[in-house]
């Protein structure tokens, strides 16, 4: 089953607008990721979070993590329309060894 | 510098075929992973490299999909006896570490269509 879940599975703003995504997952685990995946391309890494940090920011990205609620948040402010991609939460749980699990993900397009 | 490369980019095959699929890590990460990834899906996992040796082979699906990483760089990952279910883009990453706080580094991945 799927450890991480994103909420919206779709999202549509205007440029300079702020994006908000969710993610939930299920078990204990060590830190989350966030990733992106242009369409046809392979994902990449944008930042990770511990599960001792509730928040976490580089540059125009902002990462929050409540682990009371096994939730996180990826904030993108001031969205540029090269931000289009899709966007996946992954975690490290406790005891999985090294895999990463990887939710279904969040499709945002950034209109000009 | 040099990303994960992964060869071919796109394989299409018939049913009950063997497809090998390439990878070459990026230089001195010890960590090698891959992937599969279906339409709209997040990517799944399949096998974990330390070094030469599996160190995770819990995601594969059945006994037709086999991976090694001989000299402790380039993986192949085998699938035999081809079925229209396994039709996906399969993924391969390195991290310079195997520890979990170690990002992954993807290649574009490989689109397997078996027909």
């Known amino acids: 089953s799927q450890q991480g879940e994103e909420d919206p599975q779709a999202l549509s703003i205007q440029e300079g607008e702020n994006a908000t995504m969710n993610c939930s997952y299920k078990t204990s685990i060590n830190n989350l990721q966030w990733y992106r995946q242009n369409s046809g391309r392979g994902l990449v890494h944008l930042i990770l979070i511990r599960s001792n940090e509730r928040e976490k920011h580089s540059g125009r990205l902002r990462v929050t993590l409540d682990t009371s609620k096994k939730s996180s948040s990826l904030l993108i402010t001031a969205s540029r329309a090269a931000d289009t991609a899709s966007y996946f939460c992954?975690?490290?749980?406790?005891?999985?060894?090294?895999?990463?699990?990887f939710g279904s993900g969040t499709q945002l397009t950034v209109l000009p | 510098g040099a990303g994960v490369s992964q060869t071919p980019s796109n394989k299409v095959t018939e049913k009950g075929k063997y497809v090998e699929l390439r990878c070459d890590p990026i230089?001195?990460?010890?960590?090698l992973y891959w992937y599969r990834q279906s339409l709209g899906q997040g990517p799944e996992f399949l096998i974990y490299f330390q070094g030469t040796g599996a160190a995770d082979d819990s995601g594969l699906p059945n006994d037709r999909f086999f991976a090694v990483r001989p000299e402790g760089s380039v993986s192949t990952l085998k699938i035999q006896r081809t079925e229209r279910g396994d039709s996906a883009v399969y993924l391969c990453?390195?991290?310079?570490?195997?520890?979990?706080?170690?990002?992954?580094?993807f290649g574009n991945g490989t689109r397997l269509t078996v027909t």
């Open positions: 230089s001195g990460h010890t960590a």
């Open positions: 992954a975690t490290d749980a406790r005891g999985s060894a090294r895999q990463l699990t």
């Open positions: 990453a390195s991290s310079f570490s195997g520890q979990g706080h170690s990002p992954l580094h």
